[in-house]
Nanobody, 126 residues
């Protein structure tokens, strides 16, 4: 079965950087999936951070695109989120997700994602 495992979260001061990783396993192919990062801040709804298609490498940026960059390793099995210039309001649980669609939805942030990781906590102090 599909498994997604996040890592790389932690505590950082405002202005710092973190790189999150999501190791994916259990897919019947290594290309042709939509993968993404989401976050949930305390007391707020889950929001999309960014998405990427594992085959075309097309990126679907979110509101934090000026500071956050999504990417894949060469074989498409590890999803990354590079976060720079972190702000206290970036404090959240960050999740990676994937689905088996052949393409990412135009409204990917509200799409029916099939698989989710357990999340990794990011805490940014002022």
């Amino acid at each position: 079965q599909v498994e997604l495992v996040e890592s790389g979260g932690g505590s950082v001061q405002a202005g710092g950087s973190l790189r999150l990783s999501c190791a994916a396993s259990g897919f019947n192919r290594v290309t042709g999936y939509c993968m993404g990062w989401f976050r949930q801040r305390p007391g707020k709804e889950r929001e999309g951070v960014a998405a990427i298609h594992t085959d075309s490498k097309r990126k679907y940026p979110g509101p934090m695109q000026d500071r956050f960059t999504i990417s894949l390793d060469t074989n498409g099995k590890i999803l990354y989120l590079q976060m720079n210039s972190l702000k206290p309001e970036d404090t959240a649980m960050y999740y990676c997700a994937a689905d088996g669609r052949a393409w990412c939805s135009n409204t990917w942030w509200n799409a029916g994602w099939d698989y989710w990781g357990q999340g990794t906590q990011v805490s940014v102090s002022p």
